[in-house]
């Protein structure tokens, strides 16, 4: 149980970055869907959706996501707060970042050239 809340702690802190493909095209194409899925979601007593759970995730995305990844998970793993995977006898790690500044502005643009450098170092 604990490593599930590991895992649950780490999408849940970035869970307004994640959706799976099938969540993307629906919200794009037919975003009345996930509204009727919600509401099923929510006359179903069967669901488990709580109270708190629908003010952090209005939409119930991250419950699909979470879902989701249950059949993706035997890919990756959670070493050190990092999701890890192996390929070919490479580790590879997911890094992610946030911008101090706009990601239009030259700035950050200029670091860009910086960080494929750092990759390309590490390779």
Do not use: C, M
């Not at 490479?90 to 200029?110: E, G, I, M, R």
């Amino acid at each position: 149980a604990s490593k599930q809340q590991a895992w649950a702690s780490y999408y849940f802190q970035h869970r307004f970055q994640f959706l799976t493909d099938a969540q993307r095209n629906r919200l794009n194409t037919a975003p009345e869907q996930q509204v009727q899925s919600v509401i099923q979601a929510l006359y179903n007593p069967f669901s488990g959706v709580t109270g708190q759970e629908l003010a952090s995730d209005p939409f119930l995305l991250f419950r699909d996501y979470l879902s989701h990844l249950n059949q993706l998970s035997t890919q990756f793993q959670l070493h050190q707060g990092f999701l890890t995977t192996q390929k070919e006898g490479q580790t590879y790690v997911l890094l992610t970042a946030s911008l101090t500044d706009s990601p239009y502005s030259l700035k950050a643009q200029q670091i860009v050239a910086q960080v494929n450098e750092w990759q390309q170092a590490i390779k």
